[in-house]
């Protein structure tokens, strides 16, 4: 049992390493955004590390910087984010049948789309030990990096300041293109999201709702247009 | 100053709270396994698609001119598509935009 605990957890850091270097350059150049609004870097360590959340905070600092009403920083974490409502539903299948309550939500906790996708990934049910290894891992980058974003990204000029900014994407794309490559449905859907999100960023009215917003309508649309015309096969065990 | 900094805390909090009861509802909710066919595809497609969508076109409209962005989004693609890693994927998409610029 300890032996079996243990290699989870390894392979959770082994997983997870990738992972918190590419957080660190995303919150670094998230933590240039938080100064903006004036937090610290024991604040920005402090939002980074109990959220994780990238589209979420950036959100979250753009509306401190111009202090913004409190609902409107609730309606915007509850849209911008509710993609892991999505993710938590499809990582309860995940879950070994009598795993205790607690361990299910300190799993939901460490949803993010990275460790999310890793977790997902998993072959059979995903160990909890082996989430937290991961999550923990990348949270210590992510919320470090947001930190020293915030002390010293003022000091980096902003085309580099840009160029780190790429790496949110390079990761989603990194997530997205493997399985895409496997499963030809899952290769379709990637292929409307990219042309129908196209077409909403530049169509009349669509194109004035927050991005947030678009994301969580095209995601709810091309998903189920998916499930319904390619749906998954049934009982694969805890593969959905 | 103090009102300020008072301010921006209850700002993080409700972050926090919000983001966080987010992911624990549907686990706590959802008991055992969905056996319905169209949800389980359904939650099968979600996280790939929502990706999709915050990548493109977001992506390309980060950069001040949208060549850049592009071509490191293709060359991400590619990459990735052979089997390279989230980080050298991320450094690839990074460097090509920083030597573009």
């Known amino acids: 049992m ?3 605990n243990w290699k989870h957890i390894i392979h959770g850091f082994r997983d997870g390493f990738p992972i918190a270097l590419g957080y660190f350059a995303v919150s670094f150049s998230l933590g240039i955004i938080a100064a903006k609004a004036g937090l610290t870097s024991g604040q920005g360590f402090l939002t980074s590390f109990f959220t994780r959340a990238s589209a979420g905070e950036y959100g979250t600092y753009s509306l401190i910087s111009v202090r913004a009403a409190y609902a409107e920083i609730i309606a915007m974490c509850l ?3 509710l993609r892991y409502m999505l993710m938590s539903a499809a990582l309860s299948q995940k879950i070994a049948p009598g795993t205790p309550w607690i361990k299910r939500i300190l799993m939901a906790c460490c949803i993010t789309d990275e460790v999310f996708g890793i977790s997902i990934a998993h072959p059979g049910y995903t160990p909890p030990s082996y989430m937290y290894a991961a999550a923990l891992l990348s949270t210590l980058f992510w919320a470090s990096g947001c930190a020293i974003g915030i002390t010293a990204g003022s000091l980096l000029p902003q085309h580099v300041v840009t160029a780190l900014s790429m790496s949110l994407y390079g990761m989603f794309v990194a997530i997205f293109i493997p399985p895409a490559r496997r499963d030809r449905n899952v290769l379709y859907a990637v292929i409307a999201s990219f042309v129908l999100s196209g077409i909403c960023a530049v169509a009349p009215v669509v194109s ?5 917003m678009r994301t969580v309508v095209l995601t709810i649309i091309i998903s189920a247009v998916a499930a319904w015309l390619k749906p998954i096969k049934t009982n694969v065990h805890g593969a959905a | ?3 300020e900094q008072h301010r921006i805390l209850i700002y993080i909090l409700l972050a926090i709270v919000v983001t966080n009861l987010i992911r624990v509802i549907p686990m706590v909710f959802i008991k055992g396994q969905i056996s319905n066919r169209f949800v389980r595809s359904f939650l099968y497609y979600v996280p ?3 990706l999709a969508v915050m990548t493109f076109p977001d992506m390309i409209l980060a950069t001040p001119t949208p060549w850049p962005s592009l071509i490191a ?3 991400g693609m590619i990459a990735a598509w052979f089997r390279l890693g ?3 994927v991320a450094a690839i998409c990074c460097a090509i935009v920083y030597l573009m610029m």
């Open chain 1, 2 to 4: 300890m032996t079996g």
């Open chain 1, 79 to 81: 849209v911008v984010n």
């Open chain 1, 208 to 212: 004035q709702w927050s991005s947030g």
């Open chain 2, 1 to 3: 100053m103090f009102m």
């Open chain 2, 48 to 50: 790939y698609v929502t």
């Open chain 2, 73 to 75: 989004l293709v060359i």
């Open chain 2, 86 to 88: 989230l980080l050298p």
